[in-house]
Nanobody
Framework: QVQLVESGGGLVQAGGSLRLSCAAS?????MGWFRQAPGKERELVAIITWTGGTTYYANSVKGRFTISRDNAKNTVYLQMNSLKPEDTAVYYCAASRSVYIGRGLADYDYWGQGTQVTVSS
């Protein structure tokens, strides 16, 4: 069983930056970040494979967000730059024991509790 704990969320002004961290209690392979805004469905933000060699970004964050991982620490990061009010959401870390990229919620075995990111205009 793997537990995931997110941190780094908070309130920032538009144009600012935040770095989210997700610490896993055990070894994981593919990891991803999802977000859920009020009144909307949970959506994929970014994915990274266990080697870090393959990443995927939603078009809405491409060029602004960067996902990375440190396998020695079992930690994945989401660097968020040039934040916009529409980025406001609860951000969730997810992990899979599979080495394959998955874009759906069902592809992930473990989920964190979520961390709130609020971007003011």
């Amino acid at each position: 069983q793997v537990q995931l704990v997110e941190s780094g969320g908070g309130l920032v002004q538009a144009g600012g930056s935040l770095r989210l961290s997700c610490a896993a209690s055990g070894r994981t392979f593919t990891m991803g970040w999802f977000r859920q805004a009020p009144g909307k469905e949970r959506e994929l933000v970014a994915i990274i494979t266990w080697t870090g060699g393959t990443t995927y970004y939603a078009n809405s964050v491409k060029g602004r967000f960067t996902i990375s991982r440190d396998n020695a620490k079992n930690t994945v990061y989401l660097q968020m730059n040039s934040l916009k009010p529409e980025d406001t959401a609860v951000y969730y870390c997810a992990a899979s024991r599979s080495v394959y990229i998955g874009r759906g919620l069902a592809d992930y075995d473990y989920w964190g509790q979520g961390t709130q990111v609020t971007v003011s205009s």
